[in-house]
């Protein structure tokens, strides 16, 4: 089977079909750290719109200082998740290859 994405792709930037397909090519690379990765930045997509959607309702002010708290901390977990989906996915690929 050929390899479906070349090693230099940005994987996230790919069509979400493309990128299952890549999962499921039987090949070590992108794997289940990569997987793992990818499920933590989906749930902080749900969370984020779950906050975006909750200030559209004009909270009180002490929930409203919450959720704007919990999407700061987001961004700097979303930033984290996708700098490991990328690494683990090269970095293993490199590991197979030795």
């Known amino acids: 089977m050929e390899n479906l994405l ?3 792709t940005n994987l996230l930037a790919q069509p979400a ?3 299952l397909d890549a999962f499921g090519a039987g ?3 992108p794997g289940s750290g990569s997987a793992a990765a990818m499920m933590g930045l989906l749930a902080v997509k749900l969370i984020r719109t779950v906050c975006l959607k909750s200030l559209e309702k004009k909270p009180d ?3 409203e200082v919450i959720l704007r708290h ?3 901390q987001l961004a700097d977990t979303e930033s ?3 700098a490991i989906f990328e ?3 090269r970095e293993f690929d490199e590991i197979v290859r030795l």
């Open 17 to 19: 079909g493309q990128l």
């Open 6 to 8: 070349p090693p230099e």
């Open 80 to 82: 984290a998740l996708v």
């Open 87 to 89: 690494k683990d996915a």
């Open 70 to 72: 919990i999407l700061e």
């Open 61 to 63: 002010r002490e929930l």
């Open 27 to 29: 090949k070590a690379s």
